[in-house]
């Protein structure tokens, strides 16, 4: 079993389910991820860092099967543009390797969450732990309140 991370840690304490799974690191994206559990890429979620037009990060989470519009998420929030910085520039922004960003281990940076509205059509989703080759199984409900996210259409 992985150590306690800060993102289990914080879902112990608000008493939310989840299941820990866990796989090779080098394994670094959510069908990566979703192929190695024999998942439909359905359900397991990729998260994105993505710049506002005021520059500042938001926290994207796209199924693995789909991808990030941007002009669509763009205007699903109310911006006229959105970019996605480079790999170290997230990496830097976040603290966390590319593969285990993760909404749940942000927390403490408050950083806007959005979740692709093609969740809701789940009970369940995978999502990255905050470190590469864990990631946590909760309810999409439980996502979305503990991340305050907001649902959108980003794919």
């Known amino acids: 079993m992985a150590t306690k991370l800060n ?3 914080m879902l112990d304490q608000r008493k939310i ?10 394994i670094h994206s959510a069908n990566g991820v979703a192929d ?9 979620y990729k998260t994105l860092v993505v ?13 693995g099967s789909r991808e990030l519009d941007l002009k669509l998420f763009a205007k699903s929030i109310g911006e006229k543009r959105v970019q996605m910085p480079l790999h170290k520039e997230a990496e830097r922004l ?11 281990a942000l927390q ?10 093609t969740a809701l059509e789940l009970d369940r989703i995978l999502v990255s732990a905050g470190q590469r080759g864990v990631n946590l199984e909760l309810a999409v409900a ?14």
């Open 7 to 9: 993102s289990m840690r």
């Open 17 to 26: 389910t989840y299941t820990v799974r866990e796989y090779p690191d080098t």
């Open 36 to 44: 190695y559990f024999n998942l439909s890429h359905d359900l397991v």
């Open 51 to 63: 710049m506002s037009s005021q520059n500042k990060p938001l926290l994207v989470l796209v199924a």
């Open 94 to 104: 976040t603290g966390l390797l590319t593969g285990g960003i993760s909404a749940l």
């Open 108 to 117: 403490h940076k408050n950083f806007p969450v959005y979740l692709d509205h």
């Open 142 to 155: 439980d996502f979305i309140d503990v991340t305050k996210a907001t649902v959108v259409t980003a794919s």
